[in-house]
């Protein structure tokens, strides 16, 4: 061990939903608790992203509530002028391309000004370090040791990996930490869906239905947001979410070709078609969301010392399933 090295009751990998979560429980029962993303900002999915002055909500598009931990979370965030509800339902386009309006569901809520305002706000106070490419996690001497791309290595009691399963065997892996076979097997079933995420600045309203959200049953097009109806952009501005079949198709094609084929499909909605978007960008969402999952709350891959696996493929899909995960991890980690 480097007796130089930074030392931490906990060390957590990932600033998204699951992480912070962790994060933030572990620290208010008074464990020291660092945090790495390599990532320029927090959140992960819960992403929002400026061109000009237009805004994007480009990851999560919104969350439900259901528990009542997170729902205290979001009534502070809402209380706060964090969060809002967006709506209660979405219209559908069919496969015949027949609209299905909504019944008045459930509140799907938003963070205000985007959705990295709530991520931002579980992150007030705690040791949240960026641009901090982990590489490697080992167990040394009975203590965990983080490894980065730059810069010296850290060491904690214990600690909490988030980001997607995939590449948390990969730093797993470059460690030497070997995982009981069963649990190995397990880990290396979960599997998940790409995306690409477009966002298009536009010249007029675009034409989407109240209230700016729109899913679609077929085509290359999964999802496609008004940011301005959602109150989050001054500007008209679109996100647009691909398929999972159109992602997988086209994931390694050249950016401007994926963006030529995702405007085509979606100039029924846009004033002017190609010719009426300003300015646009396109991200690709490797991991965008868990399809095969594992079977618990979380994955626990060594207890001498203590390492934990936590995210959305733990639970569920939804925003959360991740904080729910994250705040199960921390849990097992204080009943020792």
């Not at 940011?227 to 500007?235: D, M, V």
């Not at 079977?295 to 925003?319: K, T």
Request: proline share 7%.
């Amino acid at each position: 061990m480097d007796p130089a090295a930074e030392s931490f009751d906990v060390a957590v990998v990932g600033a998204g939903m699951a992480g912070l979560s962790a994060a933030r429980a572990l620290v208010d029962a008074g464990q020291s608790v660092v945090v790495f993303d390599k990532g320029r900002g927090i959140g992960g999915r819960m992403a929002t992203r400026r061109l000009g002055a237009a805004v994007f909500d480009h990851g999560a598009q919104y969350f439900s509530v259901r528990s009542r931990g997170f729902g205290d979370l979001v009534a502070e965030a809402s209380d706060n002028g964090q969060a809002a509800i967006w709506s209660h339902g979405f219209p559908m386009l069919d496969a015949s391309g027949a609209m299905e309006l909504p019944g008045e569901g459930h509140p799907r809520w938003c963070g205000r000004p985007g959705m990295t305002a709530i991520p931002k706000r579980m992150a007030a106070g705690l040791d949240v370090r960026t641009a901090a490419r982990v590489v490697a996690v080992r167990r040394e001497s009975a203590r965990v040791v983080l490894r980065f791309d730059e810069g010296p290595s850290i060491e904690a009691s214990a600690a909490v990996l988030t980001p997607p399963v995939p590449q948390t065997l990969d730093l797993l892996d470059a460690g030497g930490v070997v995982i009981e076979p069963a649990e190995r097997t397990r880990l290396d079933a979960i599997d998940y869906e790409p995306c690409f995420a477009l966002m298009a600045v536009l010249a007029q309203p675009s034409k989407l239905p109240p209230p700016g959200g729109l899913s679609l049953e077929a085509g290359p097009i999964a999802w496609i947001a008004d940011n301005q109806q959602k109150g989050i952009s001054p500007l008209p501005a679109i996100t647009i979410h691909s398929s999972p079949g159109f992602s997988r198709e086209h994931f390694d094609d050249e950016p401007a070709g994926v963006a030529a084929q995702l405007l085509a499909a979606a100039e029924r909605w846009i004033e002017g078609g190609a010719a009426g978007v300003v300015e646009q960008s396109l991200q690709r969402w490797k991991f965008a969301r868990p399809v095969l999952m594992f079977d618990a709350p979380l994955a626990v891959v060594s207890r001498e010392p203590p390492i934990v696996l936590a995210g959305d493929a733990f639970v569920g899909q939804r925003v959360e399933a991740a904080v729910t995960s994250g705040a199960a991890a921390a849990r097992w980690l204080l009943r020792g």
